[in-house]
């Protein structure tokens, strides 16, 4: 198991960057990497309250952790400061013990340049998920996310 860090700057005010975390239709449109599309199955965006969000292969190539195209994951909020900091812990549903297991992703939110910077830790992370790729996935949701709340 392995973390990442990942940072991104958005021009967009922190009240915004939060409600986007914690939004499902939000969710949807930035929390996906380019080349898949998102469903959102279930969010309850409070403290103790659960998602479930499958993310589809545009492609027929891609492999999915959970069906043939498709990566389904489900999890909890933990810990949410209201402009500040969201903390979720996550597992694939999948029947590959080498994906199972309880991840955390803590994203954390400051001002910075008339901006936000934001901040994502992903801890726990399987050693089967290559880095270079929960890396390249998480820059393009901040891509993303970044759009979303900067024309907002």
Known sequence: MYSTQISHHVNAPRSDVYRALLDAD???QWRV???MSSQVHEFD??????FRVSLT????TGTGKTA???DT???HFVKLVPDEQVVEVFDFETEDPGLRGEMTMTTTLTDADGGTDIRIVHE?????VPPADNEMGTRMALENLAKLVETR
Do not use: F, K, N
């Not at 965006?45 to 659960?50: C, L, N, Y």
């Open 26 to 28: 939000a969710i949807a």
């Open 33 to 35: 990497p380019a080349g």
């Open 45 to 50: 965006a409070r403290e103790g309250g659960s």
């Open 57 to 60: 292969y545009d492609a027929p």
């Open 68 to 70: 043939q195209h498709t």
């Open 73 to 75: 994951y489900h999890g």
């Open 124 to 128: 726990q992370i399987p050693d089967t």
